[in-house]
């Protein structure tokens, strides 16, 4: 009993690091969120959840514009994510690979913060070698096309899996602009987006926009109840009938287009332009007096 007890709090201090380090770093607290990093290290090691709180030093870097306190706070992480990583698989449990994708993700956007962008974008492209089939490979991929993609093709999206109408190939679509909305079933920022989307496709829809809605499946659906991908798509489509339906959102169902176009987080917002060139890559939401102007100067 007393063992089970002794666990239970253990657990408890584990699960509370992560919070209380980011509430630190929050205030601007950077030796506050140490001193706990420090104090988790001398009771418990190195674990998997200090490894994930540590990465947020170098985050939290990142925001306030501080590229070499960014970078070595990344540096650390990331050797002892590699050294945590000889004796297990990168995505064994949850903590490692957000640790290991923050780590790399920080060093990158902190080069290209210097004016170092073709050599952030160099180092992200060897990471995502190494990394490709583990599961921080989309959230890589997002920051090499967060340096990269504007300005060049899109990838091209799968298909032969969908919920509503069948989607055209990217490339018919050329001589129109063209939105891609990547979505997912249980997001509240992609049903946020919604009015804005509706508002954008009764307003540029006649002059020639067209939107898209890849998204992809999860591996669950309602409550968290798991479902095959076939029941899935079937939840997916009630889902975009309830919460898109103005929208009549023609969506792929693919995880190989997350994946290429780095989508870790949705929504993600593609804009291409008539000649089919990608105009913005914005991860999150975006409000209509951000997404609009972006339109309107496809449509001069």
Known sequence: MLFLLLALVQAALHAALIPDVRAAL??????????????????????????????????????????????????????????????????????????????????????AGRGERSGAVSFLKEELLRWQNTSIRTRIQKNIHLLSLEGTAPPALETKDFVGSKPPPLASLKGKPV?????????????????????????????????????????????GDEAPCNREMQYIGDISKIFYGPLALSSPVSGENFKVYGVSTTPTLVLLDKEGVVRLYHPGKMTMEELEPKIEALLQ
């Open 26 to 111: 929050n205030e601007g607290n950077f030796q506050k969120a140490e001193g706990l990093i420090a104090a988790h290290r001398q009771r418990n090691g190195t674990t998997p959840e200090l490894l994930e709180a540590h990465s947020w030093l170098g985050r939290a870097s990142l925001a306030r514009k501080q590229w070499d306190q960014a970078d070595r706070y990344s540096a650390e992480t990331r050797k002892m994510a590699l050294a945590a990583l000889k004796g297990r698989r990168l995505d064994d449990e949850k903590h490692l690979p957000i640790a290991l994708g923050a780590s790399i993700e920080v060093q990158g956007q902190a080069m």
């Open 179 to 223: 939105l891609l909305f990547f979505w997912a079933h249980w997001c509240s920022d992609c049903k946020a987006q919604s009015p804005i989307l509706t508002d954008i496709k009764n307003k540029y829809g006649p002059k020639g926009l067209q939107l898209l809605g890849p998204t992809q499946c999860y591996g669950y659906v309602a409550a």
